[in-house]
Structure formats: structure tokens, C-alpha cells
């Protein structure tokens, strides 16, 4: 033990601070306003990177638990993008649901330009992020198939999740992959929601959609320690003027 302690001084007192042990400070969150699911994540880490997947193929309730977030920055007067790698944003929705359309930025992403959508979203996304001013940037490319994400280059989300950790922002990629990998602070999966049909009463025969009832996975989360793997939370998404929307 005495040698260990000699050791010990010889270094601090070359290299002072060496051995110290620093605890990294927990970071801010936003909630994304559903309880089950802010009850397990505490919300969306800010100075992160959050990748959110789900399959292309079926209603996952990932618009909702965006719409959800979009509501809770604009509520507390904060300035939302949405990068729309695939231009199906529904304003009129989003609204209804509580988002403040003011104090959002909507970037749509057209077939018609020269680049193609994905490569204009992380375009945008580059720039929504050298200039700061919100508090979510969220980009969504989760209409484009997963052969295409999964040819991101690991060091284009390495140095997007350097560049947000000076911001005092959250960026959200919504995908059909998780492509960050462990660039990603936070990692959520939604798969694929079970619809809730009704009867109108007054023809047998037609039914509507009433709610979504899904289910997030965590499959990575920085934000506990240690990490807890395949922690679950489910909520339940009304639809409202044709898109479901978190309560």
C-alpha cells in the first residue's frame, strides 16, 4: 500500500489532477410528455444524439412521440426544426396535438431537387446545427428504406454527436435502423402498434380507427447506470384528424 501511495504522488505531482476521478454531471432532458415512457428514460437527453427506429412497413406511433416532444418545447416557448426527409408532416395534426406551428422550422425535402432527400436532410441537418437557435432538431428519414441507412458512414454520426454536445439542444433522427450505433446517447425502439377499431353504431359494418397501443423499447441509454437493456414502456396514441397522437 505504501509503495502504491508513493506511486501515486509521484504522478499527481508531475501530471497534477491525473487520478482524479470526475463524475460526469447527469444531462438535461426534454419529456416527450408520455409518462410510462419519460418514467424509464426521464426524457430525451440534450447535448446527445437519439436515434429512434421503427419498421417502414407498419404504424410504429414514432410520429406521435414526435408530435409529443414538438409540443413540449414549443410549450415552453423553446424553437423546434423537423428536417422531413420524406415530406409526410402533417401541420394541421401536430397542432391539434398542442405544437405551437409558430415556433417551428419545417425543412421538406424534395425528389425534384438535384440531391437526393436523404442526402438534402443531413445537408440541412448540418446546417440547422452550425447555427444553433433550437432547442429539438429532429430529422426525419424514417420512410427511407434501411438499405440506404445503413450506408451512412459511421463518421458522419460521430461527428454529429460531437457538434450537439456543445449545443444546448437535442438532436432526434427517426429511422428504420439504428446506423448511430454507439454515437447515440439514447436508442428507442418502436415496433410495430396494435390498432383499436370502433364501431360507429350506425352502420354495421364501418369502423374507425380509435387509438394505436405501442411499445417503445430502450435498447441504449447513457442517462442510467448501468445501462438497462431492453427496458419497455407502452402508451397509448388517440387519432386525431387521421394521425395518431400521444396522451
Aim: hydrophobic share 45%.
Amino acid at each position: 500500500m505504501a509503495s502504491l501511495a508513493v506511486i501515486r504522488a509521484q504522478v499527481e505531482s508531475r501530471f497534477p489532477g491525473a487520478l482524479t476521478v470526475y463524475e460526469r454531471s447527469a444531462p438535461e432532458v426534454i419529456p416527450t410528455g408520455i409518462f410510462s415512457l419519460d418514467q424509464q428514460i426521464r426524457g430525451i437527453p440534450q447535448n446527445a444524439l437519439t436515434q429512434i427506429h421503427a419498421p417502414l412497413s407498419s404504424s410504429s406511433g414514432k410520429t406521435a412521440l414526435l408530435v409529443s416532444l414538438m409540443a413540449q418545447l414549443t410549450r415552453r416557448e423553446q424553437f423546434c426544426a423537423l428536417v422531413d426527409a420524406g415530406d409526410c408532416f402533417d401541420p394541421e395534426s401536430a397542432e391539434a396535438a398542442g405544437v405551437n406551428l409558430a415556433r417551428v422550422l419545417w425543412v421538406r425535402c424534395s425528389t425534384k431537387q438535384r440531391l437526393k432527400p436523404l442526402e438534402q436532410a443531413f445537408k440541412a441537418a448540418d446546417i440547422l446545427l452550425q447555427n444553433g437557435g433550437f432547442g429539438l432538431i429532429a430529422v426525419d428519414i424514417g420512410n427511407v428504406e434501411e438499405k440506404l441507412v445503413r450506408k451512412i458512414p459511421l463518421t458522419t454520426w460521430f461527428r454529429f454527436a460531437r457538434v450537439v454536445e456543445r449545443m444546448p439542444a437535442a438532436l432526434v433522427f427517426l429511422m428504420t435502423y439504428p446506423a448511430a450505433q454507439s454515437c447515440a446517447g439514447l436508442t428507442l425502439h418502436l415496433s410495430g402498434a396494435e390498432p383499436c377499431w370502433e364501431s360507429t353504431g350506425k352502420i354495421s359494418y364501418a369502423r374507425f380507427l380509435s387509438q394505436l397501443r405501442c411499445q417503445v423499447e430502450v435498447g441504449r441509454s447513457r442517462l442510467r447506470k448501468p445501462v438497462r437493456s431492453a427496458a419497455q414502456a407502452r402508451f397509448a396514441a388517440d387519432t386525431v384528424w387521421g394521425t395518431a397522437l400521444s396522451k
